[in-house]
């Protein structure tokens, strides 16, 4: 389960990481991790999971001083986690891989090719049906919490939630 | 009638998700007898509960990532401000503003002490307004420029 909490002395650590307190950011850095890594697992495939993840700690490391304080830093992390993907992304040269592309050995190889179908029709959904996607199955944030997040009505969230699902399903249906 | 039932599709939906995500139900028995579009949205939101590994990062990948942040925080993480504790820059900043006020207005004392003699000396018309004019003008400039030096440097 992703902690969606912040931490007590969060403002601190920031702070203390700001001014070059490798411990303070490895404390952040330890609290984050799943809500980074449940979140790039989304889009990305399982050999890059990894390099991605750290790319995001790197980027976040690297920009660290820019920020202010004016979002949540869960918040902003969740945009810098959104731009390594899209880095990633840009990195490649195919970036529609065919369902073949390299995956560590499949335990179950149906589980891995309905990933993938999964992801793919994951990536070609608008941003704002991936981010409430992502808020719910990949953070399991409630959607009392994602209306709060995102400054909207608990009806306005589920709707959007419809949306994005009914959105998804038929990006998968055309996959298939 | 049932609770349930008088939900509206987007609060069946995502009730649908909550219990499937809080595990009140499984994803063999998720499938209640709905209609053919409803049934088609909750089969989306079980394959995609389902379809992608939930479990979080392992201990090693943990490790090696916070390794390789260790290693990479020694070449490009953030540095100290040089020691220069809060209440010091801030102590800076205030004399910075006294400093460049009093140059500022001594600027205009002595540039409007130059033109005194100027703007009483019985010129032809033209040339005397000529004169108030550039002094104005001058004073303007320069205190526009202090302002703006001054909330430059209050910005930083």
């Known amino acids: 389960m992703v902690s969606r909490r912040t931490l007590p002395n969060e403002e601190e650590l920031i702070k203390s990481a700001q001014q070059g307190s490798l411990d303070a950011f490895a404390v952040l850095y330890e609290h984050y991790l799943p809500l980074v890594f449940s979140r790039v697992r989304y889009l990305v495939p399982e050999d890059d999971l990894e390099d991605v993840t750290q790319d995001v700690f790197i980027a976040t490391m690297r920009s660290l001083k820019t920020f202010r304080g004016e979002a949540k830093f869960s918040t902003w992390l969740r945009v810098l986690t959104s731009r390594q993907i899209a880095e990633y992304y840009r990195r490649r040269r195919h970036p529609e891989a065919p369902l073949a592309e390299n995956f560590h050995a499949p335990s179950d190889p149906r589980m891995t090719e309905e990933a993938i179908l999964l992801r793919q029709a994951f990536r070609r959904l608008p941003k704002k049906y991936q981010e409430i996607l992502l808020l719910r199955f990949a953070e399991e944030m409630p959607f009392l919490e994602i209306?709060?997040?995102k400054n909207c009505t608990l009806e306005a969230s589920k709707s959007l939630f419809r949306r994005a699902v009914?959105?998804?399903?038929k990006l998968v249906a055309s996959n298939e | 009638m049932n609770k349930r039932t008088e939900l509206s599709p987007e609060e069946r939906l995502a009730d649908f998700a909550d219990r499937l995500l809080s595990g009140t139900i499984s994803e063999?028995?998720?499938?209640?007898?709905?209609a053919p579009d409803v049934a088609r949205l909750q089969k989306t939101v079980t394959r995609l509960a389902a379809g992608l590994p939930q479990q979080g990062p392992d201990p090693e990948?943990?490790?090696?990532?916070?390794?390789?942040?260790?290693?990479?925080?020694?070449?490009h993480g953030p540095r100290p401000d040089r020691g220069i504790p809060a209440w010091h820059s801030s102590r800076q900043r205030t004399r910075r503003t006294v400093?460049?006020?009093a140059l500022a207005a001594l600027v205009?004392?002595?540039?409007?002490t130059l033109a005194?003699?100027?703007?009483?000396?019985?010129?032809p018309g033209a040339a005397q307004s000529r004169s108030i004019v550039l002094v104005i003008v001058t004073v303007l400039g320069l205190l526009l420029g202090a302002v703006v030096w001054l909330f430059h440097h209050k910005l930083k």
């Open chain 2, 99 to 101: 400093w460049s006020t």
């Open chain 2, 116 to 123: 005194v003699p100027l703007v009483g000396v019985v010129l």
């Open chain 1, 147 to 149: 209306a709060s997040l």
């Open chain 2, 61 to 75: 990948l943990r490790n090696r990532i916070r390794a390789n942040l260790a290693r990479e925080w020694q070449a």
């Open chain 2, 28 to 34: 063999e028995t998720a499938l209640p007898d709905v």
């Open chain 1, 166 to 169: 009914h959105a998804l399903s």
């Open chain 2, 108 to 112: 205009v004392i002595v540039i409007g």
